[in-house]
């Protein structure tokens, strides 16, 4: 059947057969396993999720593609090892699907346009995956792991809930239509919030918000605002073994979370 991809949708459908094994493999994904799969396209990704026997849940937005997914797949959503399910990724409930109350795993070539609200989505989310698969702009994907020594508000993000991995780069020419620019495999593993004990969340992310507030700034003047008048950030900087001149991006997470333990108990 003739379809036109959908930019609007971000629509680069994966032809690399290599890049989907990796990405498979990448997951550990195994019989048994419940895979919730982000814009399953024409099923290229979700043929072989479903070869390795693993159960999947697979959320699509565009309409269009139903019919043809519903065609391909008939044996699998017959015998509910797929489960097809028309919507926008960022409305989508996991709570609302038994499959998804287990330790399941997100493996997606989604589409770029959204890549920080998925992320940001389903890190944050009181249902955590316990492993994403993302396929990824490779900027993104070298952001994320901080590949050139530089933390970002996006590397320390997913950095506190899980560990992620860079995988490997996708060629522009492995999709049709290729994209304009390169992408990467990248997995997050071990997602959970056990970093975050006794941390409320909200008030961590306002304290890296507030570091990268300011670009030009050092981080101890960032986070001025943040702390109350009557806390010495500069001790409690030194206390920790960071330089008073340091920028957020050359400050690692596990200083982070000191940095936010040390003012929580200074004040009163
Ligand atoms: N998985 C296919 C592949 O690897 O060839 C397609 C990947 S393509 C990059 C992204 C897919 O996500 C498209 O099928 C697109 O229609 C779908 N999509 C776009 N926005 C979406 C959204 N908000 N929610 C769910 N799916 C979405």
Do not use: C
Not at 48 to 55: D, E
Not at 63 to 69: C, D, V
Not at 211 to 229: T, Y
Request: aromatic content about 8%; proline content about 4%.
């Amino acid at each position: 059947m003739y379809y036109k991809a959908k930019k609007s949708l971000g629509q680069n459908f994966l032809k690399s057969e290599k890049a989907l094994a990796d990405m498979v493999r990448a997951g550990d994904v195994q019989k048994g396993d419940a895979v919730l799969e982000i814009g399953p396209g024409k099923g290229a990704l979700t043929e072989k999720i479903l070869r390795t026997g693993a159960k999947v849940i697979a959320v699509e937005k565009d309409r269009e593609l139903l019919p043809i997914l519903e065609e391909k797949f008939q044996k699998e959503v017959k015998n509910g090892q797929l489960t097809l399910v028309e919507a926008d990724i960022l409305e989508f409930d996991p709570t609302n699907y038994f499959l998804l109350s287990t330790n399941y795993k997100v493996i997606a070539n989604i589409p770029y346009y959204i890549t920080g609200a998925i992320i940001r989505k389903f890190l944050g989310i009181e249902k955590q995956p316990k492993t994403m698969v993302l396929l990824v702009q490779k900027e993104v994907a070298e952001r994320i792991v901080a590949r050139n020594g530089k933390e970002s508000l996006l590397s320390l993000s997913v950095k506190l809930y899980g560990t992620p991995k860079y995988i490997d780069k996708v060629a522009a020419r492995y999709f049709s239509p290729a994209p304009k620019v390169d992408s990467a495999i990248i997995a997050i593993t071990d997602i959970s919030r056990k970093k975050l004990a006794n941390i409320d969340e909200k008030a961590f992310f306002e304290l890296l918000h507030a570091g990268f507030g300011h670009k030009r700034k050092v981080m101890l003047k960032n986070i001025e605002p943040w702390a109350e008048k009557n806390i010495q950030l500069p001790v409690i900087f030194e206390k920790i073994g960071i330089s008073i001149k340091a920028r957020a991006e050359d400050v690692e997470l596990a200083k982070w979370i000191e940095i936010f333990r040390k003012i929580k108990d200074t004040r009163v």
